[in-house]
């Protein structure tokens, strides 16, 4: 078996994972990162084929059953209403993501001590601030100052995209009614050689192989830089399990490549291989010491699975909204409805997100209505009378942590290396059932006074799966968490977990930022400690 070693070794190479690998390696630390994928190869996405569309939809799909890559993990999804959506390769999921960056608020972090719901994190939003700002300054985020729903951001924004004529439309609709909204935090990457979107001609939606988006991708704001500080990056290598010795500390992650198996010794490990895949390592790498999964005497491996479900609904209007035209679109949000309503019913809230209407194919062939356009001589007269004329919300519920939403060992499935894939095992919620229908009856109601003829509602979208949070919690109790505040795993004290399984809530917001902001305060933990 051939060896590597080096001071720190990070699993996974997406936007945590690189953000540790860049933040370590420029301390001096020697780092090795292995990722199951490899770069990805966007000179290859075409975007401007024909057939783009239908490609997006399989061989570069988000949901790695769909897409079948020869890196990608099959995933048991059988138990669970929502589909994973999640990228194996270097810069993981930032590959495939909409770029949309913003902090959770202050309320998320002690959501017990507000609403009685749910833990509070053994950290506050004030020991991320200063993160968040690294990760918004090194990524290269846009936003709007002045956020009266979220507190200040500084003054290091760049320069944010129009939110479009059907922004505004609908801007006017929320003000009309009193209601939140907001440009979205948006990261539009940097680039010394490249004029921000100057070559935007708006060929497809803000999506996979933009080349705004191809910036703001971890493998080139993190990855590279972490590589020419002196980070060791080895792709399309697996790690099929780790090992400990007789003091509960890792002394190897054993990986498998084509060319053969491989040991990687280190002093400090680090999992940063998303909600999902570090549960599923930490099982498969059960021993006689730990015969729950490594670091699971808590039995919280894997349990506490929190998705984002969301809903959506749309409007057509009776003209074009100017989703489509072109040029880069920053879009909008809305925290109207963040917080708890008791006179709901329920407890925390939604986040509303306006998207634009469907792409030219899926529109022919009925996307959002329900029904396909008709073929033969009326076809192009009307698919004028829909195309840009519909916009729409999703409605992002916040998920409240629940034990028997897991993580597990699937035992029917194997990857290509014959192990048990994971499994999701997850149920909706009454209470996020009932945040989605009232964030779509609040949706309806902007859509109706911006202008909407006819509404189409979406009540649950299943290809939602990018969001997979608390799969490993933190916490300052070993009995009720896998972490503690800084990452390290309560019961081997060698190894840390950076990604979105150690959080405690999931809020409504997307939870990139967080994760990222918590990697760096790992990374910077792991230093200040010497290992």
């Known amino acids: ?41 966007y000179d290859q996405i075409k975007r401007e084929a024909p ?61 017990a001590s507000v609403d009685g719901v749910g833990a509070d994190w053994p950290i506050s939003y004030d020991d991320l601030a200063p993160y968040y700002e690294l990760n918004e300054r090194r990524v290269g985020t846009a936003f709007a100052v002045g956020d009266p729903s979220a507190p200040p951001h500084g003054d290091h924004g760049l320069t944010l995209p129009t939110i479009g004529a059907h922004g505004r439309r609908i801007a006017r609709a929320f003000d009309s009614l009193g209601w939140h909204w907001w440009p979205v935090d948006l990261v539009v990457g940097q680039a010394a050689d490249e004029p921000q979107t100057s070559h935007c001609d708006h060929i497809g939606p803000c999506d996979l192989g933009c080349p705004s988006r191809i910036r703001s991708g971890a493998d080139r704001a993190y990855m590279s830089d972490a590589i020419a500080d002196g980070a060791r990056l080895m792709t399309r290598t697996r790690v099929v399990r780790l090992v400990h010795d007789e003091t509960d500390r890792v002394t190897a992650a054993i990986c498998a490549t084509d060319e053969g198996m491989v040991r990687v010794r280190g002093k400090t490990f680090v999992l940063a291989a998303n909600g999902m895949g570090t549960p599923r390592l930490l099982l498969l790498s059960r021993s006689e010491r730990y015969p729950q999964g490594l670091a699971n005497r808590s039995g919280l491996v894997g349990r506490n699975l929190m998705l984002h479900p969301y809903a959506r609904i749309d409007g057509l209007f009776d003209a074009r909204t100017g989703a489509w035209a072109a040029g880069e679109k920053a879009g909008l949000v809305s925290f109207e409805f963040f917080a708890t ?54 409605v992002c519920a916040e998920d409240l942590a629940d034990e028997n939403n897991r993580i597990a060992l699937s035992d029917t499935i194997v990857d290509c290396d014959g192990l048990p894939a994971a499994q999701m095992i997850y149920s909706i919620s009454d209470n996020s059932r009932r945040l989605l229908d009232f964030g779509m009856a609040r949706a309806e109601e902007v ?48 190894l840390v977990i950076a990604d979105a399984s150690v959080f405690v809530t999931s809020s409504s917001i997307n939870p990139t930022a967080t994760a990222q902001a918590l990697a760096l305060r790992a990374a910077d933990q792991i230093v200040a400690q010497g290992g």
């Open 1 to 41: 078996m051939k060896d590597v070693s080096a001071d720190v070794v990070v699993v996974g190479a997406g936007p945590t994972g690189s953000a540790v690998a860049w933040r370590l390696a420029k301390a001096g630390q020697s780092v090795v990162c292995i990722e199951r994928g490899d770069w990805f190869p």
């Open 51 to 111: 057939d783009w569309e239908l490609r997006r939809g399989s061989v570069l799909s988000s949901n790695p059953n769909v897409r079948r890559g020869p890196f990608d993990v099959p995933v048991d999804d059988r138990l669970s209403p929502i589909k994973p959506m999640v990228g194996h390769a270097v810069g993981g999921s930032s590959i495939f993501w909409s770029a949309h960056v913003p902090r959770f608020r202050p309320e998320d972090f002690r959501t």
């Open 341 to 394: 309503r008791p006179e709901n019913g329920t407890v925390r809230g939604v986040k509303l997100q306006l998207t634009g209407g469907p792409p030219p194919v899926a529109l022919a062939r009925g996307a959002t209505v329900g029904q396909p356009l008709p073929w033969g001589a009326g076809h192009h007269a009307a698919f004028e009378a829909r195309f840009d004329c519909l916009c729409g919300f999703t």
């Open 447 to 494: 859509l109706r006074g911006a202008g909407a003829i006819e509404i189409f509602p979406t009540p649950l979208r299943t290809e939602t799966g990018f969001h997979l949070m608390g799969t490993a919690r933190m916490g300052d109790d070993p009995r009720r968490s896998v972490v503690d505040q800084w990452g390290r795993c309560h019961d081997v004290p060698n």
